[in-house]
């Protein structure tokens, strides 16, 4: 009898533990990591609050985890420098003398998908030479609390 308690109670510590573990968001969402705020997501915040109801210190590690790594928050909306694949770029040639800012944004969207306003008072445009020049625009503009966002 006491021998079939102990046997249930260790299985029921390692299902509790393994559910713990696989609510912490640094595990189930690693390309989170780094983001600085935002919205809370309910499902990790809820996993990592079953670990404070059945052992205080895991659920308190896992919080700490998600905070500190920003994988408990929601993801933005829009493009981040980490998520450019710079192998996939597809450039797209046109002549700039007999191009208007409305066939640009034309272009952009048969391209792409995407519907951009070029002439928005948060807009800039930027004559790039190479791949490198627009890392270099886009970390300009990541640096500050602008954001790139585009829209589908």
């Known amino acids: 009898m006491v021998k079939t308690l102990v046997n249930t109670m260790r ?3 390692c299902g509790v533990l393994t559910v713990q ?3 912490c968001g640094t595990l189930m969402y690693p390309e989170r990591r780094g983001q600085r705020g935002g919205r ?5 915040t809820v996993l990592d609050a079953i670990g404070l109801l059945f ?9 700490c985890i998600d ?3 920003g994988t408990i928050y929601l993801p933005e909306r829009g493009v981040h420098l980490s998520s450019l694949d710079l192998k996939n ?9 007999y191009t208007s800012m409305a066939s640009i944004e034309r272009i952009i969207k048969d ?3 995407y519907e951009v ?3 928005g008072e948060n807009t800039k445009v930027a004559k790039l030479k190479s791949k490198d020049d627009m890392m270099e625009q886009f970390a300009q503009v990541s640096s500050g609390d602008n954001r790139i966002a585009l829209n589908r």
Not at 89 to 97: D, E, Y
């Open 67 to 69: 905070f500190s790594n």
């Open 21 to 23: 573990l696989m609510g």
């Open 89 to 97: 770029i597809r450039v797209v040639r046109f002549n700039p003398k």
């Open 55 to 63: 052992f205080i210190i895991p659920g308190v590690i896992a919080f």
């Open 117 to 119: 306003k070029l002439n």
């Open 111 to 113: 391209e792409t998908g």
């Open 40 to 44: 809370l997501d309910v499902g990790v």
């Open 11 to 13: 299985i029921f510590i």
